[in-house]
Nanobody, 121 residues
Framework: QVQLVESGGGLVQAGGSLRLSCAAS????????MKWFRQAPGKDREFVAA????????YYADSVKGRFTISRDNAKNTVYLQMNTLKPEDTAVYYC??????????????WGQGTQVTVSS
């Protein structure tokens, strides 16, 4: 059974930091890129960052480049999203995602339950 379990969300002031974690199980991680998406109220779900499991190549949305860092610990089957210099517009539910996808910025079929990140001004 595929499981993606996120943690680490919360309330933070603008300029602060949070680190999200996503623990994965139930599928072959080395086959797929691990990704983070987010969805703010009233907006579409959008790509945030991705990391290739085998090469560690990373990809970022322009809106988070230079502020967010995605990383992974293969031994723990866990992916992290370090978020620095947070802005109110980063407020959203953040989702871990994986599975086959046509391109890096598209989601695969495996989703976590999401974790709320709220940035106050």
């Amino acid at each position: 059974q595929v499981q993606l379990v996120e943690s680490g969300g919360g309330l933070v002031q603008a300029g602060g930091s949070l680190r999200l974690s996503c623990a994965a199980s139930g599928f072959t991680f080395s086959r797929y890129t691990m990704k983070w998406f987010r969805q703010a109220p009233g907006k579409d779900r959008e790509f945030v960052a991705a990391i290739a499991w085998s090469t560690s190549s990373t990809y970022y949305a322009d809106s988070v480049k230079g502020r967010f860092t995605i990383s992974r610990d293969n031994a723990k089957n866990t992916v992290y999203l370090q978020m620095n210099t947070l802005k109110p517009e980063d407020t959203a539910v953040y989702y871990c995602n994986s599975g086959p996808a046509v391109i890096v910025q598209r989601w695969g079929p495996y989703w976590g339950q999401g974790t709320q990140v709220t940035v106050s001004s």
